[in-house]
């Protein structure tokens, strides 16, 4: 069964970091085409950043710079380093796998930017 | 940045009935469009690609049509667990959008 978890969301200052981790069960992240995708109550679904199956990376233009898209093979797993965080960055993130579409998601981690 | 547009927001429709949900692309991407369903407190799930091809499990009442610029999702008998709401995605261009979302509601 695939399964997604992610972690390392909570409270942070403007201008703060955080790392999320996604762990991934039942296929190999490396295989694939991951992505992070966010949501928030008033902009709704927001995609964030993809990672090839080749390695080759994406980003939405607001976070090029500040975040960085990662895998480790080894422990199967997605991250999601997000420097310089602004209050728009508060959302729920999910980690979701592309196969055509987003067909596995994660439960989400909410990110909070607040002072 | 590709812009997609749903409509309409809110959609008041009674079991058993027919719903049609539109989504329209700011510029032509071909059949690039995935469509979501998102219940309260979950994750959004897959439920077409490509336009039109029904992901794994998805029930056959869910059908997805068009090209272009101008997409629908119908919903052909409308079944009490269906009552979510809907998102339209574009994956033709980077950055991949969103459309803002039907809410379809229980007449």
């Known amino acids: 069964e695939v399964q997604l978890v992610e972690s390392g969301g909570g409270l942070v200052q403007p201008g703060g970091s955080l790392r999320l981790s996604c762990a991934a069960s039942?296929?190999?992240?490396?295989?694939?085409?991951m992505h992070w995708v966010r949501q928030t109550t008033g902009k709704g679904l927001e995609w964030v950043s993809g990672?090839?199956?080749?390695?080759?990376?994406y980003y939405l233009p607001s976070v090029k710079g500040r975040f960085t898209i990662s895998r480790e093979n080894a422990k199967n797993s997605l991250y999601l380093q997000m420097n310089s965080l602004r209050a728009g960055d508060t959302a729920v993130y999910y980690c979701?796998?592309?196969?055509?579409?987003?067909?596995?998601w994660g439960q989400g981690t909410l990110v909070t930017v607040s002072s | 940045e590709m812009v997609m547009t749903q409509s309409p927001a809110t959609l008041s429709v009674s079991p058993g009935e027919r719903a049609t949900l539109s989504c329209r692309a700011s510029q032509s991407i071909s059949s690039n469009l995935a469509w979501y369903q998102q219940k309260p407190g979950q994750a959004p799930r897959l439920l077409i690609y490509?336009?039109?091809t029904r992901a794994a499990g998805i029930p056959v009442r869910f059908s997805g049509s068009g090209s272009g610029t101008e997409f629908t999702l119908t919903i052909s008998s409308l079944q009490s667990e269906d009552f979510a709401v809907y998102y339209c995605?574009?994956?033709?261009?980077?950055?991949?959008?969103f459309g803002q979302g039907t809410r379809l509601e229980i007449k």
């Open positions: 990672l090839g199956s080749a390695g080759d990376t």
């Open positions: 039942g296929f190999t992240v490396s295989s694939y085409d």
């Open positions: 995605q574009q994956y033709n261009n980077w950055p991949i959008t």
């Open positions: 979701a796998r592309w196969y055509g579409g987003w067909d596995n």
């Open positions: 490509g336009a039109s």
